[in-house]
């Protein structure tokens, strides 16, 4: 049985989707992206938004429509993303 993602896990997995989409992605697709709730999602979303690690977007498409929402990764949030890869590096290097 898979063990559970810690939350830096999580916040990584978060991120790593967003870049991985150009440094932009539509909220649905990173909750599936991600394989998170939209409840859970939101929550991480609000933290790392708080955080700048990732900013939204609203655009108007057409009239009448809601806006369009786009969340987009933010400088600070690639820093983070290499310097987990650094420490996941590192403790796999000592086997940890």
């Keep these: ?30 909750m599936y992206k991600s394989n998170l709730s939209h409840k859970l999602l939101n929550s991480y979303l609000e933290e790392l938004i708080s955080k700048g690690m990732v900013s939204i977007q609203e655009e108007i498409i057409k009239k009448r429509e809601a806006p369009q929402k786009t969340i987009i990764i933010t400088d600070k949030g690639l820093n983070f993303l290499a310097e987990f890869r650094r420490m996941r590096e590192f403790t796999e290097t000592f086997g940890l």
Excluded: F, Y
């Excluded at 063990?3 to 989409?21: F, G, M, P, T």
């Design 1 to 30: 049985m898979a063990s559970r993602r810690s939350r830096l896990e999580l916040v990584a997995d978060i991120l790593l989707a967003i870049q991985n989409k150009g440094g932009r992605i539509k909220p649905t697709h990173l």
